[in-house]
């Protein structure tokens, strides 16, 4: 898994033109994974384009 590029709310939506209340949607919707209340710039780009619609499958934990 590559390292998370991770940016503010904020700066997302000033990067994407949008409101910062959507980024925060999209994060409560579980369509973004939080790192501490950043999120993974790459995360974001698939959501905004619209090839991520649903929220990522949890990952197994090793023996289960």
């Known amino acids: 898994m590559a390292t998370p590029i991770l940016l503010a709310p ?11 209340g959507t980024i925060w949607r999209w ?6 994974t939080s790192y501490d209340g950043k999120y ?7 959501v905004a384009s619209g090839a991520r619609k649903t ?3 949890p990952q197994a934990s090793v023996g289960s």
Do not use: F
Not at 10 to 20: C, E, G, K, M, T
């Open 27 to 32: 994060a409560h919707e579980g369509r973004l």
């Open 40 to 46: 993974d710039w790459t995360q974001v780009t698939e």
């Open 10 to 20: 904020s700066d997302i939506a000033a990067l994407l033109n949008r409101p910062v």
């Open 55 to 57: 929220p990522p499958k």
